[in-house]
């Protein structure tokens, strides 16, 4: 499995700027005045000369893929028209005043960015379909943002290394990017307002700073964010460890993750739009650090995992896995837990240091037909006669509902070749307030060796008899 390493979003985080070959020319909007620039309104087209390389105004070559730069304490924002096609390497708009430019182009008329690199010292929009190779990397001022309205094509990663991203029309992320939110070895803050739903393929975060997804349309909405990493073109993990949050004025973010691979969150998140997981695997937190409060639904064939916590009601549907702990742990629940006919409750035990999965819950609701996996980590050396390990913990006042179908209330659970359970029971079919599992016989240090071998028999054994 590829995985989004350390190494690897230090790298892209801080992948070079524009290309050292290229020069810079200087947006003329008079045509007349090439010692002396002056901003405006106008057309981007390569016919008209207006274009200052310090001594003259030349025509915009695009063989020549030069770096635009655009300045000039403008009095009202500036609308800058593509006619045709334009290939740039770079662009930046430099700092001076509070109005910016409009680049416009419609139609065929795309802007070509070979090194992908957008300098924001001023805030600015990009209305014009953006393509190429390299990606897209917003840099610049702290305090501006770029706001991109078009559905954009390039390919590579979209990093925000500084400032604000605002997005206004769908697919103004291609599905195939992926997000890296900082950049590494800097404290830079860097803000993402959705205003739409997107899709992307992978959301990661680099430096110390702090990365927030937000939504701040003017009217209540909802954007919802996809994930889903098979839309790139190499899938792979990846860990997000900023915020997501609604916005102040009504806009909500829902999150979906799809496709497969894992995307991990370990920040404090307070959307409020549903969280869906219908591919792969979400992991809320690691080591205890993640959180969500929203509701979460985990669909057929995707996982929902980690030791972080979420406020609101989590569904397991049909084919759903429940995975705490992101190896033995805990996940917290402040609503309810539901779990479905052939949902999967995956729980680990860590013989060694007596670690276990557990799942706290406001209320716990089990189908007939939901399975019980058991996995035993690191052998059974530091397992004795009576120890207790509390599976489900119903922190409502009521009882557990239903049991699962692999595991009766009451009954000895063989973990096998001899790692014998109790299972919790209330004395009427049902496991009480909480699922509880006491050792009462521990395998000879002879057998403990093929222990691990023959757990996983076991579960196979179970599901094979379970859908013939």
């Avoid at 010692?35 to 016919?47: E, I």
């Avoid at 029309?169 to 590494?184: D, S």
């Avoid at 739903?197 to 997804?213: D, E, R």
């Amino acid at each position: 499995m590829n995985s989004f390493h350390i190494p690897l979003l230090l790298a892209i985080a801080s992948l070079p700027l524009a290309s050292l070959h290229s020069s810079t020319l200087t947006w003329d909007a008079s045509g007349t005045s090439p010692s002396a620039p002056t901003g405006g309104a106008g057309t981007w087209n390569t016919t008209g000369t207006n274009w200052s390389n310090g001594t003259s105004d030349t025509a915009w070559n695009n063989s020549a893929v030069n770096s635009a730069y655009f300045l000039g304490n403008l009095t009202a924002y500036a609308a800058i028209t593509l006619a045709e096609p334009i290939s740039v390497d770079a662009i930046t708009f430099g700092a001076g005043g509070s109005n910016g430019y409009t680049i416009i182009g419609s139609g065929s008329n795309s802007l070509t960015v070979s090194s992908g690199v957008i300098t924001v010292n001023r805030s600015s929009t990009i209305q014009a379909s953006i393509t190429g190779s390299n990606g897209l990397i917003k840099t610049g001022s702290s305090a501006v943002t770029l706001t991109l309205g078009s559905v954009n094509t390039y390919t590579g990663a979209t990093l925000v290394q500084n400032g604000n991203l605002r997005l206004d029309t769908p697919g103004a992320l291609p599905t195939g990017t992926t997000v890296v939110m900082g950049k590494a070895e800097t404290s830079n803050n860097t803000t993402i307002d959705l205003r739409t739903s997107q899709t992307i393929s992978g959301l990661a975060t680099a430096g110390t700073g702090t990365a927030l997804i937000t939504n701040n349309r003017s009217s209540a909405g909802t954007a919802t964010l996809t994930i889903n990493p098979d839309s790139g073109s190499t899938a792979a993990d990846s860990t997000f460890s900023g915020s997501i949050q609604d916005g102040s004025s009504g806009g909500l973010i829902a999150l979906t993750k799809a496709g497969s691979h894992a995307l991990t969150l370990t920040g404090t998140s307070t959307y409020t739009g549903a969280t869906t997981v219908s591919g792969g695997t979400l992991v809320i937190g690691v080591s205890g650090a993640g959180s969500l409060a929203s509701s979460v639904t985990v669909k057929n064939g995707a996982t929902l995992s980690g030791s972080g916590s979420t406020s609101g009601n989590v569904t397991i549907e049909t084919g759903g896995n429940l995975a705490p702990g992101n190896s033995a742990g805990q996940f917290t629940i402040g609503g309810a837990l539901s779990l479905a006919a052939d949902a999967v409750y995956q729980f680990e035990l860590n013989g060694a240091t007596r670690a276990a999965d557990k799942v706290a819950a406001n209320g716990i609701s089990i189908n007939a037909a939901a399975d019980f996996s058991f996995t035993l980590l690191g052998g059974v050396s530091g397992l004795s006669i009576g120890n207790q390990f509390v599976i489900l913990d119903n922190t409502g006042s009521g009882s557990i509902s239903g049991t699962f179908s692999n595991l009766a209330a009451g009954s000895s659970f063989n973990a096998g070749n001899g790692l014998l359970f109790s299972v919790s029971s209330d004395g009427l079919g049902g496991y009480g307030n909480d699922l509880v599992l006491t050792i009462t016989a521990v395998p000879e240090s002879s057998t403990a060796v093929s222990l691990a071998l023959g757990l996983s028999a076991l579960w196979l054994v179970v599901r094979r008899r379970r859908n013939s």
